[in-house]
């Protein structure tokens, strides 16, 4: 949570209406995808070493996803601002996050879990790799990252809408079969 208020500074100072330090606009978009890349890599080794160590508290699991999605959210939204996200990926994006969380809420509400599957992983992987490709927008040593960042960005969009749907589907099946077992009961 604590990294998230640098990389918004930093792609907010990338744009070109706010035409403060735009020397640096390179290193500033440097600057916020190395802060996503290691919040990033904090989230999962947090999330890993309390799952296996079984040291899962209920203020970690509220608190995680919420800075998952404040971290996911805010630079997407950034990303877009500065036009290096179209808005249609963004909406996908964005929604999906929106939607998933409602949908554990239900879930939870209902006495289900949602586990996490490969589709949403993919989806998360291919997103932490996106997403600082395009905050760095760059071609170091000719590295296309700015179409890499756009592949990736991409595919996690494809992978978005069909784990949703997928989500979804399982969701609404457990509900039926329980429902069902009720009035049968």
């Not at 296996?52 to 699991?61: A, E, L, M, Q």
């Not at 601002?81 to 909406?91: E, F, G, T």
């Not at 700015?146 to 949703?164: D, E, H, R």
Request: aromatic share 14%.
């Amino acid at each position: 949570m604590l990294l998230i208020p640098i990389i918004i500074v930093s792609l907010f100072l990338c744009k070109d209406n706010i035409n403060l330090l735009p020397e640096y606009h390179k290193e500033l978009g440097y600057i916020a995808a190395w802060t996503f890349v290691i919040a990033s890599i904090t989230d999962f080794l947090d999330g890993y070493i309390a799952r296996n160590r079984k040291i899962v508290t209920v203020f970690g699991s509220f608190l995680d996803p919420v800075a998952d999605k404040f971290l996911v959210i805010s630079s997407i939204i950034l990303l877009n601002d500065l036009h290096r996200l179209p808005v249609l990926i963004s909406i996908i994006l964005v929604l999906r996050e929106l939607y998933i969380t409602s949908l554990r809420l239900l879930a939870l509400e209902r006495g289900f879990k949602v586990p996490v599957g490969a589709f949403g992983k993919w989806k998360t992987a291919f997103q932490m790799i996106g997403i600082p490709m395009l905050m760095a927008y760059d071609k170091p040593w000719g590295i296309p990252m700015i179409t890499m960042g756009n592949i990736f960005i991409y595919l996690a969009s494809f992978f978005s809408l069909y784990s949703a749907f997928e989500y979804s589907f399982n969701l609404f099946k457990k509900l039926k079969l329980k429902r069902n077992q009720m009035l049968n009961s």
